[in-house]
């Protein structure tokens, strides 16, 4: 079971996805141990530093998409099982077999409903737990 104190690192280039991420978790109940990121480059460099136990991404930002986090994720040993929820306009069936076959733990189509978000969540926690 996720606890309070989990730290999740929310990457999207788009503060209000961000914002709204964020307050969701606080109704889920954790505890505001969270992580930002506008890009993929930045949440790297905040995994460097901080750890994180719980990944939520956009899949389509500038620069580095999040199915390029994903794999770069999946690649670090000390990263290899950590839940991670892909935040996403797409859905076309052939990128989310391709996510799924690179690590995903699961995927969320925007817009989503708080109740779906939280679902998420817990099936990706269950999936690597």
């Known amino acids: 079971m996720l606890k309070p104190e989990t730290h999740f690192l929310i990457v999207d280039d788009y503060s ?3 914002n709204l991420v964020t307050s969701q978790l606080l109704d889920f109940g954790f505890s505001g141990n969270f992580s930002e990121a506008e890009n993929v480059d930045e949440a790297i460099e905040i995994m460097g530093e901080t750890p994180v136990d719980f ?3 956009d899949w389509n930002m500038p ?4 199915f390029e986090f994903l794999k770069w994720v999946r690649a670090q040993d000390k990263y ?8 996403t306009t797409e859905n076309e069936q052939e990128k989310i077999l391709d996510a799924i076959s690179e690590g995903a733990s699961n995927f969320l189509l925007k817009p989503w409903e708080e109740e779906d978000l939280s679902e998420k969540i817990q099936l990706a926690f269950q999936q690597h737990n």
Do not use: H
């Open 16 to 18: 209000t996805i961000r």
């Open 55 to 57: 990944i939520i991404s």
């Open 63 to 66: 620069g580095k998409t999040g």
């Open 80 to 87: 290899a099982k950590l839940p991670f929820l892909i935040l």
